[in-house]
């Protein structure tokens, strides 16, 4: 979903907290192993992802005499006997179920990638490229928002099964657009379900498994996006060549009805929390932090439309929308978290610098190889599974014990590494540079984010009293998702102001855009020097 990233599901290896944007990362109440039910109402889960509330502070949970049985169940056995593990009979299938939904979601963002630059130019609306991933994002924001508060007042299960529809139903409406105005409008309606569904599942991570299994489960998440990112962009790329960048979209909704299936019993049978005082559908559309997060949203999507519009008329959406965005980010992250203030600010800063330079960065490379180097939509996807591999190997290293007196030190590393890929990638314009120095760079970009994005959420515990948890993991994922789309939303600005709006629909291969190349150096210069300004602002996490 991050996400069109695995920003939404993940857990740095042996750390047992939550967080993340890609496999590996982690952090947040209900990974943790301090966050516990401390979460704050209408946290936003890791995006992923800190995890997403287990109850409101105060809350009475009350549970079935069968939850109650099976969780004494594993707790007597330690782990061992055959209720006590994540695929023992008390949990198999809400496990199959959750590892099922996160896998679709994993290979839906892979998916994405690789057929993005066919559907834009088929569409005629490579103009509007970047609104493809961050209508995404925008969505995502609110739907967040709303799930926190949605299941903290009335569970998990409207929101998880209210976002797979509404996923699906964006996957249906992008596949069938005509224009590429209704795609943005699809992959807007995708959002909101990703949002939904992303809280939901780290909302029920927390009610149905003991502390003892999170870490588990929750590095089940980063296992569950391995294959997609190896295979999604070989299949996406042979569907979209074969039998059209449509079935990419039009083909995932018949997988939805698997991992419900498979859940619904457990999911049955889940604690269930007392209700908030008022806590209708209509409440919870009210709250604060819905409303601060709608405004935020409508603010990044104006100012993206005024940037990609530079005339005098675009001024008045401009205002409007930095009068919706600045005080919706300022009440929704931490005091001092745009002055780098030392300490908790500055994870929360960099958390945004980090996500929002990866995802800008990557939105752009499938474009730049199939309309510069001429590549097929298969090998430009494939170039950037080697990130999501390295990701997870960076995630493990940070979490070796030997390490941890060098945290800050390597999220710095993890930084200047990543700001050396995205300065790497548009190298591939030059004659005679092999287009594999692309796949070699976000190898070198992944294990960066690995250590940084993981390191984040160990730090954020840390640096958080148990009562605050919560609120502060909550965020560090509103900090990502802004990240997401402040960044992609300039990536698009500067395309557009370079010339990289005029690449025709009809083009094909190289010639396609070798008069633009600016366009695209443009986008990963400017996501470079934030990785760099990322580097700074790690040197202030203490």
């Known amino acids: 979903m991050t996400a069109d990233r695995p920003h939404d599901f993940g857990i740095g290896a042996g750390t047992g907290t939550g967080t993340g944007p890609h ?9 943790g192993t301090d966050g516990g039910a ?14 997403e509330s287990i109850a409101p502070p105060g809350a009475e949970i009350t549970a079935t005499p069968g939850h109650l049985a099976r969780a004494a169940a594993a707790d007597d056995d330690g782990g061992g006997g055959p209720d006590g593990g994540i695929l023992g009979r008390a949990h198999r299938a809400l496990t199959l179920g959750i590892v099922s939904a996160v896998s679709l979601v994993a290979f839906e963002a892979s998916a994405v990638n690789t057929a993005m630059p066919v559907a834009a130019r088929a569409l005629d609306g490579i103009g509007l490229y970047a609104f ?32 797979i529809a509404a996923f699906g139903t964006g996957l249906l409406i992008a596949g069938a657009a005509r224009s590429m105005g209704m795609f943005i409008v699809g992959r807007g309606v995708q959002g909101i379900g990703g949002g939904l569904v992303v809280v939901s599942l780290y909302v029920v991570v927390g009610r149905a498994y003991p502390e003892r299994l999170r870490p588990s489960i929750m590095a089940s998440f980063s296992a569950a996006w391995v294959v997609p990112v190896i295979v999604g962009p070989l299949v996406a790329g042979t569907v979209t060549e074969h039998l059209g960048w449509r079935w990419v979209f039009l083909a995932i909704p018949a997988l939805i009805l698997l991992p419900l299936v498979v859940m619904l019993p457990a999911l049955r049978t889940l604690p269930r929390t007392r209700p908030a005082p008022a806590g209708g559908v209509r409440q919870v559309l009210g709250s604060r932090r819905c409303l601060l997060a709608l405004a935020v949203a409508v603010g990044a999507c104006l100012l993206q439309y005024a ?12 205002a409007a929308g930095l009068a919706l965005l600045a005080p919706g980010i300022v009440r929704l992250l931490p005091r001092g978290t745009f002055r780098a203030a030392r300490g908790l600010p500055s994870v929360v800063l960099l958390r945004g610098l980090a996500a929002g330079a990866l995802v800008a960065a990557e939105s752009f490379i499938p474009l730049m190889l199939v309309t510069q180097r001429g590549l097929s939509a298969t090998v430009a996807g ?23 007196p060098y945290r800050e030190r390597l999220m710095v590393l993890g930084m200047v590494l990543l700001a050396l890929a995205i300065a790497l990638v548009p190298l591939v314009l030059l004659d005679g540079v092999p287009a594999g120095i692309v796949a070699a760079a976000w190898t070198l970009g992944g294990f ?61 291969g190289a010639s396609a855009a070798m ?14 020097a934030v990785a760099l300004a990322g580097s700074v602002t790690a040197c202030r996490v203490k």
């Open 23 to 31: 496999p590996g990362s982690a952090e947040g109440a209900g990974a």
């Open 38 to 51: 401390d979460a704050a109402p209408g946290a936003v889960p890791p995006a992923a992802p800190g995890a």
């Open 132 to 163: 493809g991933f961050s209508a995404f994002f925008t969505a995502s924001l609110f739907a967040m928002a709303l799930a926190g508060e949605w299941s903290d007042r009335r569970g998990p299960l409207g929101p998880l099964f209210s976002g």
């Open 307 to 318: 940037g990609q519009h530079p005339a005098w008329s675009a001024l008045l959406p401009a």
């Open 382 to 404: 494939l170039s950037l599974t080697g990130g999501g591999l390295t990701w997870a190997l960076g995630s493990y290293v940070q979490s070796r014990p030997r390490l941890e």
């Open 448 to 508: 960066g984010m690995g250590l940084n994005i993981s390191s984040a959420g160990v730090l954020l515990l840390k640096l958080s009293r148990p009562e605050e948890a919560g609120s502060n993991s909550a965020s560090l994922q509103m900090s990502d998702a802004l990240g997401n789309v402040t960044f992609v939303g300039l990536g698009g600005v500067l395309f557009v102001a370079f010339g990289g709006g005029e690449i025709g629909a009809s083009a094909s």
């Open 515 to 528: 008069s633009h190349p600016a366009a695209f150096v443009a986008v990963f210069a400017m996501m470079a």
